[in-house]
């Protein structure tokens, strides 16, 4: 019922900026909670690395704190993923998460996008 697609990775240089978009289709009957960002480098676990609530309050693993900025749009269920200062530790494929579910019901759901690449390299 709900369904993720990222876009706006690539290739940056040390220093430069990417802003990552995730756009949400989901049915009528149902309501997207809490948006998140998540990063997986190869070989690594993968970590969370923003996440946005319906109310606006942002949490940011300490590595990306102060360099990335998450965001929502809410009237086109969107998330999106403004990274500056990026540094070769932040290659990874990063996926976009919404919690959601009916808002009659504590059920909530959880589902991921396909994933975009982030490469920062000279």
């Known amino acids: 019922q709900v369904q993720l697609v990222e876009s706006g990775g690539g290739l940056v240089q040390p220093g430069g900026s990417l802003r990552l978009t995730c756009v949400a289709t989901v049915e009528s009957s149902f309501k997207i909670f809490t948006m998140g960002w998540y990063r997986q480098a190869p070989e690594k676990q993968r970590e969370m690395v923003a996440t946005?609530?319906?109310?606006?309050?942002?949490k940011f693993v300490d590595t990306v704190k102060g360099r990335f900025t998450i965001s929502r749009d809410d009237a086109k269920k969107a998330v999106y993923l403004q990274m500056n200062t990026l540094k070769p530790e932040d290659t990874a494929v990063y996926y976009c998460?919404?919690?959601?579910?009916?808002?009659?019901?504590?059920?909530?759901?959880?589902?991921w996008g396909q994933g975009t690449q982030v490469t920062v390299s000279s």
């Open positions: 946005i609530a319906t109310s606006g309050n942002t």
């Open positions: 998460q919404a919690e959601w579910g009916r808002p009659s019901t504590s059920i909530r759901r959880a589902s």
